[in-house]
């Protein structure tokens, strides 16, 4: 017995005639009807007994019905899942960010994903730079989110966010009075810098210098958010990525335009040697909506 002949079996035992057997199917009710004395001369032994135009399942019948019980439960769950699959109700997708993504549009993305898409599977991790660079290129994960990018000849880039950097302070800071800020303004005020050598911080050193302000510093940290923790714990004021203070939803700060103005593109990268999934590719749908949203609440 194929699975066809199993399931016409079934509609049968089910529907006690060949007519409505064959509505069920998709038939014509000779064909049904043909197809059973097949199988009943394949198998050797009567499958339904007719009284009145009705089919009766013999015990044989019933016995094979309740046994391919659990075959077509399987072969249902199958057919569910590829339709999932085909409509990107589930899978997996595999993520990886720098900070200031990874604590900012990232986890709104994946709300909004995952919320159209319980079936799917999230793996996310927040890593360094290199970390996120190393894990696309190696396969670890599909779409890296990282802060500026250079070439890298395996992987492809995309910018989905372009924003200015951002002087962010306590809103009773004598320089929230001013509508953005400059290096003079932070002459002899307590400042927490960004790491030297880092993708803002070096950009930030060269706005002092081509200034000529100094660069004094009474706290230096590698990521924004890092350093609006501290501004929120009254150590001094610092300059960073808009997205850190804006999405980091128990900060206080107030946030002002900062002065030379220096650009900060967000960018998503993915592998040349492999194709996106199709989930990885809604992911990223949802990626460049939520960045499109942004730029409505920066000052």
């Keep these: 017995m194929n699975l066809r002949q199993i399931e016409l079996l079934r509609a049968v035992v089910r529907c006690e005639t060949t007519v409505r057997a064959a509505q069920e199917l998709g038939l014509s009710q000779p064909a049904v009807s043909n197809a059973v ?13 007719r009284v009145n135009n009705r089919l009766f399942p013999t015990a044989e019948a019933r016995t094979l ?42 986890p709104i993305a994946i709300r909004r994903f995952l919320a159209a898409r319980p079936k799917m599977r999230v793996f996310f991790d927040i890593r360094r730079f290199e970390n996120v660079i190393d894990s696309i290129d190696s396969g670890v994960a599909e779409l890296g989110f990282v802060i500026g990018l250079g070439d890298h ?31 003079a303004d932070l002459r002899g005020v307590p400042f927490i810098a960004l790491e030297r050598g880092t993708q803002m911080g070096t950009p930030l050193r060269k706005a002092f210098a081509d ?18 923790v501290l501004v929120e714990s009254g150590v001094g004021v610092a300059v960073v990525d808009p997205l850190s203070p804006l999405f980091s939803g128990h900060f206080k700060l107030a946030m002002r335009p900062f002065v030379p ?39």
């Design 37 to 49: 004395k097949h199988l009943e001369t394949q198998l050797g032994f009567p499958l339904f007994e």
């Design 65 to 106: 019905y309740r046994d391919s019980d659990p075959l077509f439960a399987i072969h249902a769950a199958l057919e569910a899942k590829v339709q999932d699959l085909k409509e990107n109700r589930a899978g997996t997708v595999r993520l990886i960010a720098t900070p200031p993504l990874g604590y900012s549009v990232i």
């Design 153 to 183: 000849r395996d992987l492809e880039s995309e910018v989905f966010f372009s924003e200015r950097m951002i002087c962010v302070m306590s809103p009773d800071h004598a320089l929230a009075s001013k509508h953005e800020i400059a290096p």
């Design 211 to 228: 200034a000529g302000e100094p660069f004094e510093f009474a706290a230096e940290v590698r990521y924004g958010h890092t350093a609006c």
């Design 261 to 299: 103005m220096i650009e900060v593109k967000a960018s998503v990268v993915r592998s040349r040697k492999r194709p996106l999934s199709r989930a990885a590719e809604a992911f990223l749908r949802e990626v460049r909506v939520v960045a499109a949203d942004v730029g409505t609440k920066l000052p």
